[in-house]
Nanobody, 124 residues
Framework: QVQLVESGGGLVQAGGSLRLSCAASRVSVINYGMGWFRQTPGKERDFVAAISSSGSSIRYADPVKGRFTISRDNAKNMVYLQMNSLKPEDTAVYYC?????????????????WGQGTQVTVSS
């Protein structure tokens, strides 16, 4: 059973930056695709970014392209999301997810394990 724990969320002014971290336990994530999703009340959980097991393939949702960067450190069982130039519309609960498949998918149905989420609030 893979366990994921997000951290690094908080309150930041528009234009600021945050780095989210996702720590995996129990198993190595070296063979897993990893992704970040976000959700606001009453909305679906939307894709943000994904990275393949090796880090060779990366995908971003259009609203965050050029502002967010996903990365991973398999030796540490960690995945990161660097968020720059934050906007109020980035406000959401951010979730880390792991997939049994090596590819980093933009579809949430491809993910098998999810963290509990971390709140990101961007003030105007």
């Amino acid at each position: 059973q893979v366990q994921l724990v997000e951290s690094g969320g908080g309150l930041v002014q528009a234009g600021g930056s945050l780095r989210l971290s996702c720590a995996a336990s129990r198993v190595s994530v070296i063979n897993y695709g990893m992704g970040w999703f976000r959700q606001t009340p009453g909305k679906e959980r939307d894709f943000v970014a994904a990275i393949s097991s090796s880090g060779s393939s990366i995908r971003y949702a259009d609203p965050v392209k050029g502002r967010f960067t996903i990365s991973r450190d398999n030796a540490k069982n960690m995945v990161y999301l660097q968020m720059n130039s934050l906007k109020p519309e980035d406000t959401a609960v951010y979730y880390c997810a792991a997939s049994r498949y090596a590819v980093g998918s933009s579809s949430r149905v491809m993910y098998d394990w999810w963290g509990q989420g971390t709140q990101v609030t961007v003030s105007s």
